[in-house]
């Protein structure tokens, strides 16, 4: 295999820093060991997220200077809907500048308390943004989809013996829509089969429940049906993409993951009325039709990047890339989960960091290492994003798996990126006595990860 290799060339760049080691070791400590609290200038490679900090082409810088800031009717909505409609074949189009504000638009419009919503898994937003109306969020992801261990090509298939049997014990009328997520974000960025979205949606059709896609990474989910599902390798991702649209009522989205743009998203739906609602919603909190809280630029940037991302040549280039660093992590005996997703490596940090006992923490020391050893920034997911405290004895349960995502931001990073990450591991494999446990002085009552503070034990 000759490749992966970037399917472009360097117009402008950026530079970034490595600051010394004494550097990094003092800033880390002035951040309470918290990577959420350093500063994004002194990182030298940021593996925070991959939302909203991808590479914008020549073709969506040069689409920001005709961006028409009319109030209505601006002509980049146009091209905005009509690029979004040609992928998804939806009637109506919603700007919205970022997906959680399509699910909040979505959300509190059809739910009641005590509805459900069932989706393979809920990302973190829509999670909440469903609880904030008291409804349920219920997670329905096939059994592999939770063992980091077994090799499945399509992780993110909903289990529809358990979806036929939820329906029947909620019942059709306290659940006001199904859901999925693609890829499947929280579960790994692993992607879903047509076949099971074919069910599914029959399923849901049967009982008259909508089905709306949570199409944050729709063309990496449709280069993976192309991958690896029979019958679709000679189809083009915009026919699979297609396709997948066609089984669904609608959709929300994040533009900052695969519209290629750093802020954006949109709901698109075909039911009229519902359309009409959701519009007055959209008009009270966000902005007119035509633009959704984006500005007129920001439409064609998506518009743009929504007509990139579904380049056959840009796909094989993010998905190998992805695996590329999972195999050489792989190489250097570093425990992954497998296969690597669309836009993520995950480390199995409770299993690599052995000397570190779980209240110490691995996964975070790992994230701490990372920085300090090598100027990477990872994120814990895992005993400190996840613990739970017993109400009696306050001692803190711990998850299943103690995590680090490594995510890749889209066009940003080259292979030798990649490459000197996987140094850092063997680097920090080698040398454990680096990864150092640590205990919190600070913590807020909910989602701690992102303020809590800490000091190294000895
Ligand atoms: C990022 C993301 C969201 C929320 O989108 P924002 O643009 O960050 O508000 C929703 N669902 C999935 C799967 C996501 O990855």
């Known amino acids: 295999m000759l490749g992966p290799v970037e399917p472009y060339r360097v117009k402008v760049i950026e530079p970034i820093r490595m600051l010394s080691r004494d550097e990094r070791v003092d800033k880390i400590k002035k951040a309470s060991f918290n990577v959420f609290l350093l500063r994004a200038e002194d990182i030298f490679v940021d593996l925070l997220t991959d939302s909203g900090t991808s590479a914008m082409s020549d073709n969506q810088w040069s ?35 970022q997906g959680r504000v399509a699910e909040n638009i979505l959300f509190s419009n059809l739910l009641r308390p005590g509805d459900s919503v069932p989706s393979n898994c809920h990302f973190d937003t829509t999670r909440a943004n469903i609880e904030n109306q008291g409804a349920e969020a219920v997670d ?9 261990d077994v090799d499945h090509p399509f992780k993110g298939n909903i289990d529809i013996d358990k979806l036929a ?29 047509m076949e099971n979205i074919r069910k599914v949606s029959a399923i849901l059709r049967e009982n008259g429940i909508p089905f ?48 290629l743009a ?3 998203g949109f709901l698109a739906l075909n039911e009229e009325n519902l359309a009409t609602t959701l519009t007055n919603t959209l008009i009270l909190i966000e902005g007119y039709r035509t633009y959704g809280g984006m500005a007129g630029r920001d439409l064609e940037a998506v518009a743009r990047g929504l007509e990139e991302v579904t380049n056959e040549d840009y796909l094989e280039y993010r998905i190998k890339q992805v695996e590329y660093l999972g195999n050489q992590l792989t190489e250097s005996g570093i425990p992954i989960i497998k296969p690597t997703g669309g836009h993520a490596v995950f480390v199995d940090a409770g299993n690599f960091i052995d000397h570190i006992p779980q209240h110490h ?29 017993d109400r009696e004895t306050k001692k ?10 490594l995510a890749i931001p889209r066009r940003v990073y080259s292979n030798s990126h990649m490459e000197y990450i996987a140094r850092a591991f063997k680097y920090i494999k080698d040398n454990p006595s680096y990864v150092k446990g640590l205990k919190i002085t600070y913590e ?12 190294e034990v000895a």
Request: hydrophobic content about 40%.
């Open 361 to 389: 923490y691995p996964g975070w020391a790992l994230t701490v290492a990372l920085y300090r050893e090598a100027g990477i920034r990872s994120v814990e997911i895992g005993n400190v994003m996840f613990a739970k405290k």
């Open 63 to 97: 689409g920001l200077m005709i961006g028409d800031e009319s109030y209505a009717g601006c002509r980049n909505y146009f091209h905005f809907e009509e690029v979004i409609r040609d992928i998804t074949g939806f009637r109506n189009i919603i700007p919205v500048h």
């Open 165 to 193: 049997e939820f329906i029947k014990n909620v019942g059709v009328e306290k659940i006001p829509l199904g859901m999925m997520t693609i890829t499947n974000n929280t579960g790994g960025g692993q992607p879903a089969s």
């Open 212 to 259: 709306f896609f949570d199409a944050a990474r729709f063309a990496e989910n449709a280069y993976f049906i192309k991958m690896r599902e029979k019958g679709y390798s000679d189809k083009s991702v915009k026919e699979i993409a297609r396709e997948i649209f066609s089984y669904a009522d609608g959709c929300t989205m994040s533009a900052k993951k695969d519209g």
């Open 444 to 455: 807020a009552p909910m989602l701690r990860h992102f303020t809590c503070r800490f000091e």
């Open 140 to 148: 329905l992801v096939i059994d592999e989809g939770r063992q980091p």
């Open 396 to 405: 803190e349960i711990y998850p299943a798996l103690d995590l680090v995502r």
């Open 262 to 264: 750093n802020i954006g």
